[in-house]
């Protein structure tokens, strides 16, 4: 079961929007998208996630193309605070299986 | 609400010692979940519960164990520690198709 794909780093201006690319081409009807962010060695923090529909909270908006073979994560006003780990993982009600994530730096 | 509860926070042990991660949540979830980190990689599941009483392996359950005491609580067990079990230990629960809420950690090192 091939897991999702990100790049590996992304940089992204302070202020900017951040958004961050997720390939997902083997998702099943029933998976979810789930973003996870992890700062320095702390537990992973949940950000969103979603089924078909583009979805927005407090934190950040999920792009998720009408195929659902890929999605974007968008944190509208990035902060130095967000630079993070950032997890992209599809999933059904089994556990998470967690890549390697993509490392965002938010530069001043 | 204190979501998921891990302790201890740090352990040092040598090799062959035995000890138990703990971990409790206290928002009713049914499954949880434990899962370790090394440096510079991505989590990896040691061992889950998906409700009260069963327990089922992971990706990388040799040299644990674990029990699912009740709903609340969910132990890893390490009965001969070696230094290849020096990690960060996380654990995790979650409700059905909901995201999975973690702990802040157990650092291990085994010398």
């Known amino acids: 079961d091939a897991k999702t794909t990100q790049p590996p780093s992304m940089d992204c201006a302070e202020g900017r929007a951040a958004n961050l690319p997720c390939n997902h081409s083997?998702?099943?009807?029933?998976?979810?998208v789930y973003w996870y962010r992890q700062i320095h060695s702390q537990g992973p923090q949940y950000i969103i996630h979603?089924?078909?529909n583009n979805e927005t909270n407090e934190m950040a908006s999920l792009i998720i193309t009408e195929d659902r073979k890929s999605s974007t994560l968008i944190l509208p006003h990035a902060t130095l605070r967000d630079t993070a780990v950032y997890y992209c993982?599809?999933?059904?009600?089994?556990?998470?299986?967690f890549g390697k994530g993509t490392r965002l730096s938010v530069i001043a | 609400n204190a979501g998921v509860t891990q302790t201890p926070k740090f352990q040092v042990l040598k090799t062959g010692q035995s000890m138990t991660l703990q971990c409790a949540q206290d928002?009713?979830?049914?499954?949880m979940y434990w899962y370790r980190q090394d440096p510079g990689m991505g989590l990896r599941l040691i061992y889950y519960?998906?409700?009260?009483?069963?327990?089922d392996k992971g990706e990388v359950p040799n040299g644990y164990n674990v029990s699912r005491l009740n709903k609340r609580e969910f132990s890893l067990r390490l009965e001969s520690a070696a230094p290849s079990q020096t990690s960060v230990y996380f654990c995790?629960?979650?409700?059905?198709?909901?995201?999975?809420?973690f702990g802040d950690g157990t650092r291990l090192s085994i010398l």
């Open positions: 993982i599809k999933g059904g009600n089994t556990p998470l299986v």
């Open positions: 928002m009713n979830h049914n499954s």
């Open positions: 083997t998702i099943s009807g029933n998976e979810y």
């Open positions: 995790a629960s979650r409700a059905d198709y909901q995201p999975q809420h």
């Open positions: 979603g089924l078909k």
């Open positions: 519960s998906a409700s009260e009483g069963t327990t």
